[in-house]
């Protein structure tokens, strides 16, 4: 399995960015894929996900801000980044895996993408 993130930038406070992350490969065992990010000097944290079903969940820290959706056709997920602030500035990764799903411990997944940076300035 492949993934492929893209979407990052810099931005202002209060502004918006949309991640795409696409997946190839020996997607037909995959059904969530999660985002995750990482800032400097933290661990690597759980942002949302979606699985092929339609299921989503987001850390608390991103609800009501970050929006997921998934098009199982393209068999890509999309992370709308809403009312961005300097705290989301960190590394965006998606992540996926056969037997993981919404899991916090990025250690369990198999597969990520590349990342993308997302710098939000105040």
């Known amino acids: 399995v492949q993934l492929q993130a893209s979407g990052g930038g810099l931005v202002q406070a209060g502004g918006s960015l949309r991640l795409s992350c696409a997946a190839s490969?020996?997607?037909?065992?995959?059904?969530?894929i999660d985002w995750y990010r990482q800032a400097p000097g933290k661990q690597r944290e759980l942002v949302a996900g979606a699985s092929g079903g339609s299921v989503t969940n987001y850390a608390d820290s991103v609800k009501g801000r970050f929006s997921i959706s998934r098009d199982n056709a393209k068999n890509t997920v999309y992370l709308q980044m809403n009312s961005l602030n300097p705290e989301d500035t960190a590394v965006y990764y998606c992540?996926?895996?056969?037997?993981?799903?919404?899991?916090?411990?990025?250690?369990?997944?198999?597969?990520w993408g590349q990342g993308t940076q997302v710098t939000v300035s105040s």
């Open positions: 490969g020996s997607t037909f065992n995959i059904n969530f």
């Open positions: 992540a996926a895996d056969p037997a993981y799903g919404l899991d916090s411990r990025a250690s369990k997944y198999d597969y």
